[in-house]
Antibody, heavy 122, light 108 residues
Framework: QVQLVESGGGVVQPGRSLRLSCAVS????????MHWVRQAPGKGLEWVAV????????YYADSVKGRVTISRDNSKNTLYLQMNSLRAEDTAVYYC???????????????WGQGTLVTVSS | EIVLTQSPATLSLSPGERATLSCRAS??????LAWYQQKPGQAPRLLIF???NRATGIPARFSGSGSGTDFTLTIGSLEPEDFAVYYC??????????FGGGTKVEIK
């Protein structure tokens, strides 16, 4: 069965950095695009970033552009989100999500991890 | 950026009743619209993709319709497990991918 397990969340001071990981199993990771989606406490869903199946294409939400880098290691079946210059407004549960498009990202999310909480606070 | 507006914000219904949720886009998204269900403390789950196609394992009581700017998610007869928050999401013109603000379906 498909599993996505995020890790790396925690409490971090404003301006500091954090790297999130998402370990996946149950499907051929190298064939699918992957996304990060976040949800601030009590709020709705916000798309953060996408990386293509081979890591060659990456796109970001304006709210995180220049501060966040999405990447993947297909040999380790793992997705990453490097977050720098963190702000209070980055406080959220961060979900990794699989795109159902085979090789070409479709912009949908068919499987989600359980999420990891990032709290930015002094 | 395409803005999605969901209504109502909260829908109070009883089990067995029919639920009708609306999602309106700020510009046409053709049929590139999905619906997700989220229960408290859980990740979202894909219900409907491309406006009207049920995802794998989704019961037939969930149906989606619409095209262009106006979309509807209908739950034919509410089961206790259907009380949750529902989000629409567009993939017509991205990045960015955008979500609606959500509709909470609560027990009356």
């Amino acid at each position: 069965q498909v599993q996505l397990v995020e890790s790396g969340g925690g409490v971090v001071q404003p301006g500091r950095s954090l790297r999130l990981s998402c370990a996946v199993s149950g499907f051929t990771f190298r064939n699918y695009g992957m996304h990060w989606v976040r949800q601030a406490p009590g709020k709705g869903l916000e798309w953060v970033a996408v990386v293509s199946y081979d890591g060659s294409n990456k796109y970001y939400a304006d709210s995180v552009k220049g501060r966040v880098t999405i990447s993947r290691d297909n040999s380790k079946n793992t997705l990453y989100l490097q977050m720098n210059s963190l702000r209070a407004e980055d406080t959220a549960v961060y979900y990794c999500a699989k795109d159902p498009g085979y090789y070409e990202s479709s912009g949908q999310f068919d499987y989600w991890g359980q999420g990891t909480l990032v709290t930015v606070s002094s | 950026e395409i803005v999605l507006t969901q209504s109502p914000a909260t829908l109070s219904l009883s089990p067995g009743e029919r639920a009708t949720l609306s999602c309106r886009a700020s510009q046409s998204v053709s049929t590139y619209l999905a619906w997700y269900q989220q229960k408290p403390g859980q990740a979202p789950r894909l219900l409907i993709f491309d406006a009207s196609n049920r995802a794998t394992g989704i019961p037939a009581r969930f149906s989606g319709s619409g095209s262009g700017t106006d979309f509807t998610l209908t739950i034919g007869s509410l089961e206790p497990e259907d009380f949750a928050v529902y989000y629409c999401q567009q993939r017509s013109n991205w990045p960015p991918l955008t979500f609606g603000g959500g509709t909470k379906v609560e027990i009356k």
